[in-house]
């Protein structure tokens, strides 16, 4: 009834705890798919290690891109792998309530996405905040595979930040909306992105996510470039 796509860069100890919040809460878990964004060396031992008891009604499912491609890669990979009518993608640092995907799947007889709640003892950054605080939580949403194309077309060139804006915006403006469960709660630790990767590598990805975002919508991100103290850069393949 229910995939659940994972993508893993490092962060090994947050990864375990996913893991296991996974599948104690749970409820129609059928396959769990591990897209291994070519972790170190000591995730990438763990992740091989990882078995289904036998008997268990669960799938795993494990692949591993040879260079990390990082976010909108990995959930393109793991949502075309997924056979299950319905499809969540998590991010791999964040714990989740019990029945969690029951209170989702119930959402997605009005909504397109169905979100959970950050925990009350969080709250969204600043940025998003004023970005757009009701945006879906990219670290965990979920929607039914017959609508998947409309979300992973392979077309959104975006490959970290704005994959989940873009999935909102269509979900908004063309299909059913997003729709937040009170009753489903995650707790999110703190992205790890910029923590397991070289700050210009990291600087690189986020200004083509800023190009992307900008191509596509046809605005200017007055507010990342601001943050990032990037006001004055400019897309060469970009005019205002």
């Not at 091989?48 to 008891?53: G, P, V």
């Amino acid at each position: 009834m229910l995939s659940v796509v994972i993508p893993i860069h490092n962060a090994l100890p947050f990864l375990k705890k996913t893991l296991q919040s996974v599948l104690n809460t749970t409820d129609n878990l059928s396959e769990l798919i591990l897209v291994d964004d070519a972790s170190d060396e000591e995730t990438r031992v763990f992740i091989d290690t990882l078995r289904i008891a036998p008997g268990s009604p669960i799938r795993l499912i494990k692949t591993r891109n040879p260079e990390h491609s990082w976010t909108n890669a990995s959930w393109n990979i793991g949502v075309k792998l997924a056979t299950q009518r319905y499809i969540a993608v998590l991010n791999s640092d964040i714990t989740l309530s019990p029945s969690w995907d029951t209170h989702l799947i119930e959402l997605l007889r009005d909504y397109s996405v169905a979100c959970p709640q950050l925990s009350p003892t969080q709250k969204l950054s600043p940025i998003i905040e004023e970005i757009d605080p009701g945006m879906i939580q990219g670290a965990c949403f979920m929607f039914e595979r017959d609508e998947k194309d409309y979300f992973f077309p392979g077309l959104l060139s975006a490959t970290h930040w704005y994959l989940d804006r873009y999935i909102a915006k269509i979900a908004n403006e063309y299909l059913s909306g997003v729709g937040f469960s009170p009753s489903a709660i995650i707790s999110h630790a703190v992205s790890q992105s910029a923590k397991t990767t070289k700050p210009e590598e990291y600087d690189n990805v986020i200004k083509k996510d800023l190009f992307a975002w900008e191509s596509f919508t046809g605005e200017r991100e007055v507010v990342v470039r601001r943050e990032m103290g990037w006001n004055d850069l400019v897309d060469p393949l970009t005019q205002w």
